[in-house]
């Protein structure tokens, strides 16, 4: 599953089409299951805002190394871990790192050995391990932002709930801020909230540029996985609703 890492990683830099839909393959059984309470004849649209949540949040993710000394990987502790059968509390005790023990049982327990053995177990060890806190984190977010995508829409369409209760308050795990909310990525963009642009329309707005790039309705439909005609649609409608201020 550090798969998704990689691909990430991989669009961030690249904005391959190719890459994007294979990210959005991974999540969208989250966004199916999100939706799924929702009546179908607002679900398309409640979909879409998901899934520019979705690339809103991968613009501003940032990667960061995990901050494992390799001075812990001496032949002493490789020792101390074997003599005590590499348990939850001798882990936890010799790295202080409360996310260490989920990453091995995920990855197994030769991860960490090799990480002992030399140079290369060592640079893997710290690579998969910052993967691991970078997948964790982003999805927390993701959760988090899906959910206030929910919020909103139930509150602006208190009128078709559905008989079921939904939740849309899951406690969700922070896990290690691996991912930081920085402003460079920012500047890059049109300044649309002084111009009294919803966050909404803004985050949609926002798709169509990349630094001195502007991509075309097309391939933010192809992005976003859905139709030129679905975007073209969306566009009038903002350009409706904010008409006073783009004629002034």
């Known amino acids: 599953m550090l798969k998704i890492v990689d691909l990430i990683l991989e669009y961030k830099t690249s904005h391959i089409e190719r890459t ?3 990210i959005m393959n991974i999540v969208l059984p989250m966004i199916m299951n999100k939706v799924k309470l929702i009546r179908a004849d607002y679900r398309e649209d409640v979909i879409q805002d998901l899934k520019m949540s979705l690339f809103s949040i991968i613009n501003i993710a940032v990667f960061k190394d995990a901050d494992i000394p390799e001075s812990l990987f001496s032949k002493d502790n490789l020792t101390l871990l074997k003599l005590n059968n590499f348990s939850n509390e001798i882990i936890i005790k010799l790295f202080n790192n409360k996310y260490l023990k989920n990453f091995i049982d995920e990855s ?3 991860v960490l050995e090799n990480a002992f053995i030399d140079e290369n177990g060592y640079m893997k060890f710290k690579i998969d391990f910052a993967k691991f806190n970078f997948r964790n984190q982003f999805f927390s977010l ?5 959910d206030s995508v929910l919020a909103t829409f139930y509150r602006n369409n208190m009128d078709y ?3 079921e209760k939904m939740k849309l308050n899951r406690l969700t795990t922070d896990g290690d801020e691996f991912i930081e909310f920085v402003p460079d990525n920012s500047r890059k963009k049109i300044n649309f909230e002084k111009l009294g642009i919803s966050k909404k329309d803004i985050e949609f707005l926002n798709l169509f540029i990349d630094g001195d790039r502007i991509y075309s309705q097309t391939e933010v439909a192809k992005i976003l ?3 030129q005609q679905y975007i073209s649609k969306r566009i009038k409608e903002i350009r409706n609703k904010y008409k006073d201020i783009i004629n002034n």
Do not use: H, M, N, P
């Open 20 to 22: 994007a839909e294979e």
């Open 108 to 110: 197994g327990i030769e």
């Open 142 to 146: 993701i959760e988090k932002r899906f």
């Open 161 to 163: 709930f559905t008989k």
């Open 225 to 227: 996985g859905t139709s």
